[in-house]
């Protein structure tokens, strides 16, 4: 069974609680925005895909049960008010940002349509969300296997196995599964030319440590946790080909937000489309928002 961050089905909505990982997996139903906002600040979903999907899967659940209204006018703006609400989560989830924007103009052109109906603003806000959903399971595996392409062609162009290093969480518990970074690792994986990932601790909050070495495990995907300290050494004397890691953000000059080490080793960048120059109205890395978080 692959491990899944979210479930879902029209309706019903259940996140794991990754703040218990890896000791307990327990799964916690979500049944409005406001729970949605409160797991997605506590940590308890986290990853920029995985959060956007929390709270636009939200927002479906109270739709699903007749939240808004009455009349179009009150339905759109109950829509708007609720992804406003959700984008305070986490101000620096750009991912989340750019959902929330895409699913209020959705409500709003629909409700402008000839002879609009509730109904159909809230069915056009659900399936919106439903399909960022399955979108972003296609393009993780996309991620995953053009990633793996690409670092083969690059680093072992005659053939063998790799070995790469990886940071924070970028896998199936960061999104709506496979994963972004731990994609590449993953595909890597399935056409046999991994040797073994590294992944590090990630303080404050391990993410490393708790999730990333857990889905290694879990996949059975050759693996070995080391201290975020220890990167350098690992990258300089055990032979790793590659640095693979997400991103929390892309902007337009193609600055990338991450937490990244190289040591003469060529970094693997894999974000979604939605941490890309597109979402992003910031020309330059320094101009970036940053979270500080408490360990």
Partial sequence: MALEAIRYS???LEILDQLLLPQR???EAVGSVRQAWEAIRAMK???APAIALVGCLSLAVELQAGAG?????????FVRDALSFLVTARP???NLARAASHLADAAALEAEREGATEEAVRERVIRCAEDMLEKDLKDNRSIGDLGARHLLERVAPGGGKVTVLTHCNTGALATAGYGTALGVIRSLHTLGRLDRAFCTETRPYNQGARLTAFELIYEQIPATLIADSAAAAAMAQRGVSAVIVGADRVVANGDTANKALRFGIPPLMSP?????PAASSQSWGSLLLRSSRQP
């Fill in 45 to 47: 979903v986290r990853g």
């Fill in 25 to 27: 997996s327990r799964y």
């Fill in 10 to 12: 029209r309706g019903s």
């Fill in 272 to 276: 979604p489309t939605t941490s890309s």
């Fill in 69 to 77: 209204g009455p009349g179009l006018a009150a339905l759109v703006a």
């Fill in 92 to 94: 620096t989830a750009v």
